[in-house]
């Protein structure tokens, strides 16, 4: 997941032996990443341990078909011999190399994103994790062996070369079963955080001090979209999103853009004149749609939003959710009024509203010292936003700058890989899919997955099977998509945020150097482009200890605890 311009401090050459594990779901997936593996490495059982030294990959393979390569090194041996007088397992200790660690900890935030919003509990120094694992030589030669978490890593100096007697803790043959025996308190009825997104919205709660951003399925955010059909109720969510091209004129996408919002307003414009959906002016001048001859205004739209993410949430957590606690960003003055309004005609009360950046850096921790300066860095779906915050102590902050772009986020890169898939099947075929409003959209959807999946992998086929229909039979769209692609197409989209990064920087005269923290939130942080840059602008390492499209629901569900406190 790191970028292949990283700075690596072991140079990249041919790894004769290999290590493979296999996280058959996200709920694997996460226990891997959040078994101590990015800073400890792993112990590999083998009766013929490797010498010290030696170069080896350690290849994850994931769901939906995803791999995750990571290089290390041996840094410890145990031979069968003093395993047998020490009453340990034979094997080595793998340390991973330090360019590994950000794709460890966006794997972290991905497996927690896909698995059902439930981030894996601290697993104690008296516990332990084993996976199966396959061994491989470089002559084609392996065999099944087991791989456990490190609870220690050895202790060695930066450069410093560890030698065969170097001490490492890890795990024996078994592992200890987590404890299942407590039940959830349902004494007092919890207060909910929603994250009611640009493109997609969430929703979480605190359980037992820590949160968990409830999910249906696996799936722990939903779409920003309703559909009303010829019959039927609405459809919310990710039904609705399959109906974006077959029923253009009733589907709503992303709301939160218009609520709030005046009709008039010039920055609505050419969004309103460019959508399929008819808007009309409300008698107060607020944007109303039309939809089988009947009148709804923005807040209806968005209350079936917020009704079935409230409804994912009892499920998901066996409580009723009737008090919530909402976000918004800074800007937001009438928007806020609106945002209520409509999570009030879902039923829900509103006790709490926090400023988005402020969410996130909740999330983050407020903890950091007094005084520091934090900036939140939101790059959404729909939106972006960066925020200057000056912590005042006892987990309080204040405001001291602010600058978006309303009109630029993740969508823009699903565009951009799409259009560039589009000219090279036009060229090939002859057919521009930008004008087939079905096709584009099966093209746009398989955009936004392949740019998701490069937050994992170095490279990924983007493929849309049977797109178009010719006298020959079924043509299928296929592109080779890797991170330097990617960088072409989106980087002026990157550089664009960072545009809005040093405007606010110059208005609260202060220089990147001063900046102590930097948090990153929104879905499209996770990708390694934005993360790379990021680090560059700010002269620093950016540590994200949680998954970044799920920041400011995280954030909000600790207000509503906060809230709930006192």
Same mark, same amino acid.
């Given at each position: 997941m790191s970028s292949a311009k990283t700075t690596r401090r072991h140079p990249r050459f041919s790894t004769p032996w290999a290590v493979r594990l296999r996280a058959p779901d996200w709920a694997d997936a996460l226990q891997l990443a959040t078994g101590n593996i990015s800073r400890g490495g792993l112990f590999v059982r083998c009766e013929q341990p490797i010498p010290v030294g030696t170069r080896l990959q350690v290849v994850l393979s994931l769901p939906e078909e995803m791999t995750l390569t990571v290089?290390?090194?041996?840094?410890?041996?145990?031979?069968?011999? !003093?395993? !047998?007088?020490?009453?340990?397992?034979?094997?080595?200790?793998?340390?991973?190399?330090?360019?590994?660690?950000?794709?460890?900890?966006?794997?972290?935030?991905?497996?927690?994103? &896909?698995?059902?919003?439930?981030?894996?509990?601290?697993?104690?120094?008296?516990?332990? @994790?084993?996976?199966?694992?396959?061994?491989?030589?470089?002559?084609?030669?392996?065999?099944?062996t087991t791989a456990y978490k490190l609870l220690e890593t050895p202790a060695i100096a930066p450069g410093e070369q560890a030698d065969g007697d170097a001490e490492l803790t890890f795990a024996p043959d078994e592992p200890t079963p987590p404890d299942a025996s407590k039940t959830r308190d349902l004494s007092r009825e919890p207060i909910f955080g929603i994250d009611f997104g640009t493109t997609f919205t969430s929703i979480a709660v605190v359980e037992r001090g820590r949160v968990r951003v409830l999910a249906e399925g696996n799936q722990t955010s939903l779409p920003s979209v309703v559909c009303y059909p010829d019959e039927g109720p609405p459809l919310v969510g990710w039904p609705a999103r399959e109906q974006i091209a077959h029923q253009p004129s009733t589907t709503i996408i992303s709301p939160k853009r218009l609520i709030g919002r005046r009709f008039r307003d010039p920055g609505l414009a050419t969004y309103l004149a460019s959508s399929p959906v008819r808007f009309l002016e409300g008698p107060a001048g607020q944007v109303l749609l039309e939809v089988y001859g009947e009148q709804l205004s923005v807040e209806q739209v968005g209350?079936?939003?917020?009704?079935?993410?409230?409804?994912?949430?009892?499920?998901?957590?066996?409580?009723?959710?009737r008090r919530v606690v909402l976000s918004a960003p800074v800007s937001y003055t009438d928007e806020r009024q609106a945002l209520r309004r409509s999570a009030e005609l879902a039923g829900l009360e509103v006790v709490g509203f926090i400023d988005e950046p402020v969410s996130a850096a909740l999330a983050f921790g407020m903890n950091v010292e007094r005084g520091a300066t934090v900036a939140v860095y939101d790059f959404g779906g729909g939106t972006f936003d960066f925020t200057l915050l000056k912590m005042t102590g006892h987990g309080t902050c204040e405001v001291i700058g602010e600058a978006?772009?309303?009109?630029?986020?993740?969508?823009?890169?699903?565009?951009?890989?799409?259009?560039?898939?589009?000219?090279q099947f036009r060229d090939r075929h002859g057919v521009d899919l930008r004008e087939r409003k079905v096709e584009w959209q099966r093209l746009l959807f398989a955009a936004q997955n392949a740019k998701r999946k490069l937050s994992v992998e170095k490279s990924v086929e983007l493929q849309v099977r049977a797109i178009l229909l010719s006298l020959r039979g079924p043509i299928d769209l296929y592109l080779l998509?890797? !991170?330097?692609?990617?960088?072409? @197409?989106?980087?002026? @989209?990157?550089?664009r945020s960072f545009a809005a990064v040093e405007l606010c920087l110059e208005l609260a005269e202060l220089t990147p150097a001063q900046i102590d923290h930097v948090v990153l939130t929104g879905g499209t942080s996770r990708s390694p482009l934005v993360r790379a840059r990021a680090q560059?602008?700010?002269?620093?390492?950016?540590?994200? &200890?949680?998954?970044?499209?799920?920041?400011?629901?995280?954030? &909000?569900?600790?207000?509503?605890q906060i809230l709930r406190s006192r």
């Open positions: 290089e290390g090194e041996v840094v410890h041996a145990i031979s069968p011999e !003093r395993a !047998r007088a020490e009453g340990m397992a034979p094997g080595i200790g793998i340390r991973f190399d330090e360019s590994a660690a950000i794709d460890l900890n966006l794997l972290e935030g991905m497996a927690a994103s &896909n698995s059902a919003g439930q981030y894996a509990a601290p697993i104690a120094e008296d516990q332990y @994790l084993s996976w199966s694992a396959v061994l491989a030589d470089g002559a084609g030669s392996e065999h099944t209350a079936e939003i917020f009704q079935r993410v409230a409804s994912i949430g009892e499920a998901a957590s066996m409580c009723p959710v978006g772009d309303p009109w630029l986020g993740g969508d823009d890169f699903d565009h951009a890989i799409a259009c560039h898939a589009a000219e998509l890797d !991170r330097e692609l990617l960088g072409e @197409l989106c980087g002026k @989209l990157v550089e560059q602008f700010f002269g620093k390492e950016i540590t994200v &200890n949680y998954d970044p499209e799920l920041g400011v629901v995280s954030g &909000n569900a600790l207000f509503g």
